[in-house]
């Protein structure tokens, strides 16, 4: 069955940089959710998109964005990358009228030097 | 969305049964109990959730309190691929509100 697809699967950028973190959905799928999770902590809701509009806001930095397109996929852009924003990034799907759980990503981490 | 306690870790003997418990005395009426749980390296899989009744998949079983202030999440027979954290978790919003992770149970496995 197909997973959630998420790009790149290591990251590496320099403090003050940009990056792009993209996430394809199970086909089907509605809502896609970003998570960070950083060394030795546990997954920090960030934001969560339906139906390409935002749904509901965590924790995420003002430096971030994220937005959903027409064909379901997301991007997360990080702009002036912190050493702190170092961490594991999962994406998620769902369908929105579904409890039966979340699908997560392989997640993509990203090392800020 | 309510707070939840388990132990930060256990350990078990392979092929033994595992009970995981979690704590939610705060538990609202329209709380969903899920479990996820995370293998090293690896996003956070879904494993059960449950509101009121006792629910069973081919993953593990799920036993909840009369008064659903806790829960159990029972693995029959452990094995090393089931090392993992496992969280706790109550969901109550809409299908599009983001999952609160907690802190999880750290499962040993000893072969």
């Known amino acids: 069955a197909a997973g959630v697809i998420q790009s790149p699967r290591h990251l590496i950028k320099e403090k003050r940089e940009t990056a792009t973190l993209k996430c394809y959905p199970i086909p089907r799928h509605d809502t896609v959710y970003w998570y960070q999770q950083g060394p030795g902590q546990d997954p920090q809701f960030l934001i969560s998109?339906?139906?390409?509009?935002?749904?509901d806001k965590g924790s995420i930095p003002d430096r971030f964005s994220a937005q959903q397109f027409s064909d379901y996929h997301s991007e997360l852009n990080m702009s002036s990358l912190e050493l702190g924003d170092s961490a594991l990034y999962f994406c998620?799907?769902?369908?929105?009228?579904?409890?039966?759980?979340?699908?997560f990503g392989s997640g993509t981490r990203l090392t800020v030097v | 969305d309510a707070k939840t306690t388990q132990p930060n870790s256990m350990e078990s003997n392979e092929e033994e049964p595992v009970h995981l418990p979690c704590n939610h005395s705060t538990i609202s009426g329209t709380d969903y109990i899920h479990w996820y749980r995370q293998l090293p390296s690896q996003g956070p899989e879904y494993v059960i959730h449950?509101?009121?009744s006792n629910v069973n998949n081919r993953m593990a079983s799920l036993a909840i309190a009369e008064d659903r202030k806790s829960s159990t999440l029972i693995l029959h027979r452990a094995t090393l691929r089931d090392a993992a954290v496992y969280y706790c978790i109550l969901y109550s919003g809409g299908g599009a509100d983001g999952l609160t992770f907690g802190k999880g149970t750290h499962l040993i496995i000893q072969p």
């Open positions: 998620a799907s769902s369908l929105e009228e579904s409890r039966f759980g979340y699908t």
């Open positions: 449950g509101l009121t």
């Open positions: 998109f339906y139906e390409k509009m935002q749904s």
